[in-house]
């Protein structure tokens, strides 16, 4: 059972992206709780670079990992940037000095944060980024996406995405305007809505029917959680039908559950980085993706 090895975002559009569909997601590389510096920079760096000559052409960052953190470490590991690179930004939160997540989403705010990446990512145009809904938010969601479609209209932005959405959210963004993308959480072992540590965390489930009936990719993150509080014996059976780890068994899962699926697992290891980019080469069967539900 084959996969797709790429995608396309925003495919009917006039400048559509084309990415290969193991991505990378570099919230990991920071320092304990999301915040400061990597343990291993020198690490952190080398993974950076071993994605790009692996052939990742997607990278996902923000500008509150860290904070600024991972945008920093993308500027040194890879600058200049390949223009077959796409680095996608979150906007939409932020971080307080005691590490806690708060909403940073008024036109102001998300301006702000469009002007921090590109600065510290040196670009002159951000090629994909997500609005992210954060709990506890003051500012209506209709207020903050026009302001996104806005700072697109400008040229500060190439496509719009959202990230964090429930099902009614997603269609209000894609009725006011295109939406490239949608990232919320997703994996085998975790598919709908959950309450996290810092608020409501949405599920792929929800939406995935609909990113797949108007061609949007889905970028699942936090792939690899499982809810359900323990061990997967479907999971650990599959990996050693094949000879693999849990988690490459998780990755390829996603890879063979959606075509429009773009997972992004991350990592701190470069050992487990190199894992996960061999998840890309394992071939589930029908009977396996059977097994597995």
Wanted: aromatic share 6%.
């Amino acid at each position: 059972m084959k996969t797709k090895k790429q995608i396309v975002i925003a495919a009917k559009s006039k400048k559509p992206l084309n990415v290969n569909r193991l991505g990378y997601g570099t919230m990991r590389l920071t320092g304990e709780g999301i915040y400061g510096e990597p343990a291993n920079r020198p690490e952190a760096l080398e993974i950076l670079k071993q994605a790009v000559k692996s052939g990742v052409t997607f990278i996902d960052t923000a500008d509150y990992y860290g904070e600024d953190v991972t945008n920093r470490l993308i500027s040194e590991a890879l600058h200049p940037l390949s223009e077959e690179l796409v680095i996608c930004s979150k906007v939409g939160g932020a971080r307080k000095p005691d590490k806690s997540w708060i909403a940073f989403n008024s036109a102001e705010n998300l301006r702000t944060s469009i002007e921090n990446n590109l600065r510290t990512l040196r670009l002159e145009q951000m090629a994909l980024v997500h609005f992210r809904v954060m709990p506890g938010s003051k500012v209506p969601f209709e207020e903050s996406m026009n302001a996104m479609f806005e700072l697109q209209q400008e040229g500060k932005i190439l496509h719009v995405g959202v990230s964090n959405v429930n099902r009614s959210e997603l269609e209000t963004a894609m009725s006011m305007g295109e939406i490239a993308t949608v990232e919320n959480m997703y994996g085998h072992g975790q598919r709908t809505t959950i309450k996290a540590h810092y608020g409501e965390t949405r599920g792929g489930e929800e939406v995935l029917d609909l990113c797949e009936k108007h061609e949007i990719p889905l970028i699942p993150f936090f792939s690899l959680l499982n809810s359900l509080g323990k061990k997967d014996t479907r999971i650990a059976t599959i990996a050693q039908k094949y000879g693999a780890t849990e988690a490459q068994i998780n990755i390829a899962w996603l890879l063979h559950r959606s075509s429009w699926m773009l997972p992004i697992p991350g990592t701190s290891s470069l050992k487990h980085f190199e894992e996960n980019m061999r998840a890309a080469d394992i071939s589930l069967t029908p009977e396996d993706m059977a097994f597995l539900e």
